[in-house]
């Protein structure tokens, strides 16, 4: 099977240490013991995903991977950069496998799943980009 990656970078107009604090503050998602539980719409349907943590360097690096979801392999890296003028730079990187068989697989194609999870971090990250601005304003 191949993985597919997909990457989306968003500057903030936040401080850096904001930013990262808002990414991994588990009041913004459900926190089961080191795992986060994220319910979205994967593929058009309502699904729960549970990422665990692993890898987390402070204002820098936040790691995470699929324990229990729709897709077959899900990985998900954000990084975060000083810009210029208290910027923050994040880059987030997803790389996925789906799964052959099961509510996604047999739901949509590859090129459709990938248009849908651009879509779904593009709009996470303005969500995020609207409330840290909106805080240091």
Not at 87 to 94: A, G, P, R
Not at 97 to 120: D, H, M, R, V, Y
């Amino acid at each position: 099977m191949i993985m597919t990656t997909i990457r989306n970078d968003i500057e903030i107009n936040a401080p850096i240490a904001s930013v990262f604090e808002y990414y991994t503050n588990p009041d913004n998602f459900k926190e089961e013991g080191s795992e986060m539980k994220v319910t979205g719409e994967y593929m058009g349907k309502r699904d729960n995903m549970l990422l665990e943590v692993v890898d987390k360097e402070q204002n820098k690096k936040l790691v995470t991977r699929q324990t229990q979801g729709p897709f077959k392999r899900w990985e998900s890296i954000q990084e975060f950069q000083n810009g210029q003028k208290n910027y923050t730079l994040v880059i987030h990187t997803i790389e996925y496998e789906l799964p052959t068989t099961g509510k996604i697989g047999n739901f949509l194609t590859g090129s459709q799943a990938e248009e849908k999870i651009k879509q779904g971090i593009q709009q996470a990250a303005q969500t995020v980009k609207q409330k840290l601005e909106s805080k240091s304003v």
